[in-house]
């Protein structure tokens, strides 16, 4: 198991060598020396060379990018272009807040999308509104979703807040009530997807002989669904919260945009809108990370939930 | 296998294509001509109002259609040409070709669909054609893992060891014999592809990445609604679920073969 662990941590090294030096030298060929974006488009060459000299953008890609590397390693990712803050403390802030939305967001669509998919009783109502509620999730997009929620709760009803964020310390009321809208949007989505992979899944598992065996013992429909159809059919779900996870490092775009939170992906939007390079190679940086970490993440719960299965 | 499901999506997407073709005659103003009735409210000239430049929406959401369609056939038709020799040569050489391409894909996959052509799109710039390019480039990787699944019984298939008995080479083989085994699969992957590009492009148009105005355009109408949702939710509301629509008639076609 470990052993497992070390050499997939191991793989990620090079992995997020690869893609940051892809994006790296692809950014600079296709957008300009950095220098010029900072100026804007009036600056004077020279004043242009001042800048490349200064921050050392006139040295070969190469060495640069060693350089980046070199500092990335001992947690120094530069300063952004546009604020001059350092990247770390312009990016720190946000993490907490993508982290807290994607979580609960994701948490919430599973344990919802395992729940309504196992439920035996009414099946025969419930089920037309649990894949009504799977084809909007994944269908309607994240934007079209959030926006007729804001129509409907915050401009017709007034209930709810329709954009902004405030954190913890300024009241748990007022936390949560931003709270709600953004979480729903983005669990929408993966409440589809989660509940196609654990549908599928639990159809297999339906027709295996224990179920039937189970049935036959007498024990009652809903017992047979959520003791035993229900642990075995639940493991391709874990592996897609990890999945989901980890894409969602990098925060959650279109959500966090369209609701004005302070969030990862909010940030990310806005350096690439501004073309903040050290901005954006620490956020994609940060997406490979989290995508080998919760991947790794989701094959160790796998073996904790089933031990019949070791990853080699 | 002909469900309701597949029949509600055929109609769905009859209509879209009836938009995109019909346009000029189903249309009752010109998207691009706008008025001095700025923002008006939804009456029986303008059924959905009209934009913050007098522009007609019902109009604008009609020939918005064409925009989504050709950026939708246009990826997963890109994200085919790439995907299906990647996973059709995996899949049949297998080894060290095999392993390879899979680690590929598999990197591809786990990463954020979105971002990927959110940053690749601020690079190359956003233009239709680009934006097709993006797409298809960002999704090919799932329709190689699917093809390559796909491959792999028809591998071991008796009909192929026998075109392999009277010599055929592999270029033929994959092209006569494992190729038209994968078509059903494929042909359903394309439709869940379309559905899939229709739904990226509207959201990176709605960050401000979409095609450049004043080309009708779902994502970048709802967008620019969006301001103005108290006084005309229509204007928002309205090219969204346009969106909703169409993504979800090609999204019920493709998914009924799985």
Known sequence: MLTIIVRRLLLAIPTMIALTALLFFTLTALLGSPAAVMLGQDA??????????RYGFDRPLYIQYFDWIASAARGDFGRSHTTQQSVASTILPCVPVTLELAAIAILLAALAAVFTNTLPAGRA????????????????????????????????????????????????VEHVKHMILPVVTLSAYYFGVFS???????????????????????ISRSRVAFRHALPNAILPVITFVGLSMGQLTGGAVVTETLFSMPGTGRLLVSSI?????????????????????????ADIAYTVANPQIRID | MSSPRRIVGLALIALILAC????PWLAPYDPLRSSVAFLSPPSSANWLGTDELGRDVLSRVIYGARTSLVIGFGAALVALLIGAPVGLIAGYTGGRVDMVSVVLIDL???????????VITVMVGPSLQNLVLVLGFVMWPSVARLIRGQVLPIREATFVEAARAVGGSPAWIIGQHIWPNTMRVVAAQFAVTVSFAIFTSSSLSFLGLGIPPPTPDWGGMVRAGYDFLAINPLLSLGPGAAVGVTVLGFYLVGSTVE
């Open chain 1, 44 to 53: 004077s060459p020279d004043a242009i060379q001042a800048l490349n000299a």
């Open chain 1, 125 to 172: 109502i419930l089920g037309p509104v649990v894949l009504g509620a799977n084809l909007i999730g994944i269908t309607v997009p994240n934007f079209m979703l959030g926006i007729s929620l804001i129509f409907v709760f915050s401009v017709a009803l007034g209930w709810l807040p329709s954009t902004g964020w405030t954190p913890w310390s300024s009241g748990l």
């Open chain 1, 196 to 218: 196609i992979v654990y549908r599928a899944e639990l159809r297999d598992v339906e027709k295996r002989l224990f179920i039937q065996a189970a049935r036959a013992k007498g």
């Open chain 1, 273 to 297: 809108g501004s073309h903040d390079f050290p901005v954006m190679l620490a956020i994609a940086m940060m997406i490979v990370v989290g995508v080998v970490l919760m991947n790794l993440l």
């Open chain 2, 20 to 23: 995109a073709v019909l346009a």
């Open chain 2, 108 to 118: 591809f996959v786990s990463l954020p669909g979105l971002v990927l052509a959110l």
